[in-house]
């Protein structure tokens, strides 16, 4: 995934910092997991009422 997220911002990053876009991809990370893991406690307390 990294490999392919340097190949897509190559010529891209001339205005971004490198480091911005890994801090940003970062975030989306635990932003996405956060989700799945309220989706999953959310599923377990349906299905105990």
């Known amino acids: 995934m990294q490999?392919?997220?340097d190949q897509s911002l190559a010529g891209k990053t001339s205005?971004?910092?490198e480091h911005e876009i890994k801090r940003?991809?970062?975030?989306?990370?635990i932003s996405?997991?956060?989700a799945y893991s309220?989706?999953?406690l959310f599923k377990e307390l349906k299905?105990?009422?």
């Open 3 to 5: 490999l392919s997220l």
């Open 15 to 17: 205005d971004v910092k």
């Open 24 to 29: 940003c991809l970062g975030n989306l990370i």
């Open 32 to 34: 996405q997991t956060a």
């Open 38 to 40: 309220l989706r999953l």
């Open 47 to 49: 299905q105990s009422i």
